[in-house]
Structures are given as structure tokens and as C-alpha cells.
């Protein structure tokens, strides 16, 4: 009884039927890549509703996300300045107008300043002027552009006269003049300048039909 009922595999084949064990094997290595490739989508999904749209638009721009990196670099260099700088810049100690050496690597100042510690620094004073005049520039253009647009007619002609001017305005010849001879000294002047100067590239252009 038990010889008639043992087949041999080779007559297993023959007969037609095929062991299950090797397709078992398969099909869990299938479900397994299956289920590893459906939890990496899932997560590509939830870090992309974390991230905002705006920043999506921004990231998939060339040219902005250059921008945004080199962004990231001078507010790094700004932080850490005290850190990176080897001296402070303020230091009328060295020698004055010293060639780039070892000791400093873009030489000094007339006044013996080292000028890699001032450039360092800089980066504080040129993104706080950036920053303020483009708010400047920007708030400007938010309201001769809705006045325009809104108000329409004569009006608006008007401003687009001012916004044609403005555009062909040298802003850093400018700023230059306005700076050596301005009694203001300081920043300030550099950020009212920019902020007058550059509304007009940042205008916003809008018309209302009836």
C-alpha cells in the first residue's frame, strides 16, 4: 500500500504536477519588493505634503534653487562669522596696506584692518540691506501696481510713465553718488536708495476690465 502510494518527483512531473515549494519561494520575494516599493512611495508622498507648494515651484527652478543654495551660504558665513573670521575686523593693529600673506589672505586696509575679516563680517550688513530694501522695493511696487490697476485712466498712465523712468534709472551709479555725499551715513541710505530705485523691476502689473 504505501509503495503504490509514494510517487517518485520525475513521475510527479510526468503526471502534471508541479511542486508548489520553488513558486511559494517566488511569489513571497515578489510580495516582499512589492510591499518595500509601495512604503518608499508612501514616504516620497508624506515628504512631499510636508513640503510647502511654494517651496515645490521654487525647488524645481534651475535657477532658483542655485540662488536658494548660494542664499543658504551667506546667511551660513553670516552666522558663523565670528567663527570663521580670524580676527576682528575692526582690529587697526596690522600693518597697513599689506600684500596677501599666510597671516592675511587678502591683505589689509589703510587703517591696518584686515580685509578677509571685513568681507567675513560684510555678509551681515549686505543681507540686512538686501533684505530690508527688497521689502522696501517690494511694498512700492505692491501699491503703484494695485493703484494702477484698479484706478485705471489717466492714472495709470501716469504710473506707467513712472515705472518705464524708473526702470531705466541707473540704480548703482545712484546709490554711489547718493552715498558719498548723503550726511546720512551708513546703511541706511544704501536701503532707502535700493528700495526707490528697485520698486520698479518688482512691479506688479495688473488691469481691470469692466
Excluded at 573670521?85 to 600684500?99: C, E, H, L, V
Amino acid at each position: 500500500m504505501d509503495m503504490q502510494n509514494h510517487k517518485h518527483p520525475e513521475t510527479v512531473e510526468e503526471e502534471g504536477l508541479t511542486p508548489t515549494l520553488g513558486f511559494n519561494a517566488v511569489d513571497s520575494d515578489v510580495a516582499i519588493e512589492e510591499a518595500a516599493q509601495d512604503e518608499n512611495a508612501t514616504a516620497q508622498k508624506a515628504r512631499k505634503r510636508r513640503m510647502p507648494d511654494w517651496f515645490e515651484v521654487l525647488w524645481s527652478n534651475r535657477k532658483a534653487r542655485i540662488g536658494l543654495m548660494m542664499l543658504v551660504f551667506f546667511i551660513v558665513v553670516a552666522v558663523f562669522a565670528q567663527q570663521i573670521a580670524p580676527y576682528d575686523p575692526r582690529d587697526i593693529s596690522f600693518g597697513p596696506s599689506q600684500a596677501p600673506s599666510a597671516q592675511h589672505w587678502l591683505g589689509t586696509t589703510q587703517a591696518g584692518q584686515d580685509v578677509y575679516s571685513q568681507l567675513i563680517y560684510g555678509t551681515r550688513t549686505s543681507l540686512l540691506v538686501g533684505a530690508v530694501g527688497g521689502g522696501l522695493a517690494t511694498i512700492i511696487a505692491l501699491f503703484i501696481g494695485m493703484v494702477a490697476g484698479y484706478v485705471g485712466g489717466i492714472v495709470d498712465e501716469i504710473l506707467s510713465f513712472v515705472i518705464n523712468l524708473g526702470l531705466v534709472v541707473p540704480a548703482l551709479p545712484l546709490m554711489v553718488t547718493v552715498a558719498a555725499y548723503s550726511p546720512v551715513k551708513g546703511p541706511t541710505i544704501i536701503i532707502l536708495v535700493i528700495g526707490f530705485t528697485g520698486w520698479a523691476w518688482g512691479r506688479v502689473s495688473s488691469d481691470r476690465r469692466s
